[in-house]
């Protein structure tokens, strides 16, 4: 087959695969960027496609994987990229300077956070931090494990409460608890 005649089979594709880009961008405009970035990697690796397989579905994976190629792309370089003009006191914590006067700061607000719970939270806590088990931390203070459980639960809540300016707006998984 010349490169003319497998052109022209490609772009005899060209419906079939914006629909398909559709599909993956849910956008008219992105899907034609996909359909062009799928149609140019095609032609220029034509010399890749052996004649006699299904060229739609050797389009199909192209286009599949450039999708991805450039879904990855855009995440690495949103995660790396401030968009905006000034950067967010949450944000200073990635700065690109960084000095033991900050995580003093931070120690200094975590001990404060921690001395602020009651010591009903405090002790059961700070045991389960350092290492303990429920069932020692249970035993030392002479309470049932689910009391343990509930204590060091409560404490977090404060906790995250007392810290929130150090939330970075990251996102949670899913999967992840919403307090």
Request: avoid cysteine; charge should be negative.
């Given at each position: 087959m010349t490169k003319i005649?497998?052109?022209?089979?490609?772009l005899r594709?060209?419906?079939?695969?914006?629909?398909?880009?559709l599909h993956f961008?849910?956008?008219a405009d992105d899907a034609?960027?996909?359909?062009?970035?799928?149609?140019?990697?095609?032609?220029?690796?034509?010399?890749?496609?052996?004649?006699?397989?299904?060229?739609?579905?050797?389009?199909?994976?192209?286009?599949?994987n450039t999708f991805i190629n450039n879904y990855r792309r855009f995440v690495k370089?949103?995660?790396?990229?401030?968009?905006?003009?000034?950067?967010?006191?949450p944000n200073l914590v990635f700065s690109s300077t960084k000095n033991q006067g900050?995580?003093?700061?931070v120690m200094d607000d975590i001990k404060r956070a921690l001395d602020r719970l009651p010591s009903d939270y405090y002790v059961p806590f700070t045991m389960?931090?350092?290492?303990?088990?429920?069932?020692?931390?249970?035993?030392?203070?002479?309470i049932p494990i689910g009391t343990v459980k509930t204590r060091i639960h409560v404490a977090r809540k404060l906790l995250k409460k007392n810290l929130k300016a150090y939330d970075n707006g990251v996102a949670k998984p899913v999967y992840a608890e919403n307090e």
């Open positions: 005649e497998f052109n022209t089979l490609v594709q060209a419906s079939s695969l914006r629909s398909y880009a961008t849910h956008d034609n960027d996909l359909v062009q970035d799928t149609m140019l990697k095609a032609i220029t690796y034509y010399n890749k496609f052996k004649e006699g397989t299904n060229l739609k579905g050797w389009l199909y994976t192209i286009m599949k370089m949103s995660t790396f990229v401030t968009k905006s003009d000034e950067i967010s006191s900050e995580s003093k700061f389960y931090f350092e290492g303990h088990k429920y069932h020692e931390i249970a035993d030392h203070l002479d």
